[in-house]
């Protein structure tokens, strides 16, 4: 087994006061979900790539700090300043760094996000990231 390329999967928002972002993974359970985006950064196309983790209970948005990766062509891992993320095509498991709580998490593909986790993640990108 090895890890094929997701699907870049784009939201395309029509209303004012939306922000236009790629999505390229998708974790999911039943306490949080993580997502790796991007946001166009200049006139040339450049992207910047945020991971983002969401709280289900509160729908909160935690930007996580890419802090350095590892991978091979079966499983990647990522360590953040919030955590430990490992995962292959199927399945992940994230450890907070702070209170050590394991969640396994199903890969799933963008085009699962709930809308809820969008709507949050757009009132994030709003308030946090795009100037």
């Not at 094929?4 to 999505?23: E, L």
């Not at 196309?45 to 350095?68: A, F």
């Not at 809820?116 to 709003?126: G, R, T």
Request: with cysteine; net charge negative.
């Amino acid at each position: 087994m090895h890890i094929r390329p997701r699907d870049i999967f784009t939201f395309y928002w029509s209303m004012n006061g939306q922000i236009d972002f790629d999505c390229h993974e998708f974790f999911d359970n039943t306490n949080l979900a993580i997502l790796e985006i991007s946001l166009q950064e200049d006139e040339d196309n450049k992207r910047r790539y945020e991971w983002l983790l969401i709280s289900k209970e509160t729908l909160s948005v935690k930007k996580m700090q890419l802090k350095t990766r590892d991978g091979s062509s079966w499983v990647q891992e990522r360590f953040f300043d919030l955590g430990f993320l490992k995962y292959d095509s199927k399945s992940g498991v994230f450890i907070e760094a702070a209170a050590k709580d394991l969640h396994h998490l199903e890969h799933k593909g963008c085009e699962d996000i709930p809308k809820a986790y969008l709507s949050a993640v757009n009132s994030y990108l709003l308030e946090n990231l795009v100037i």
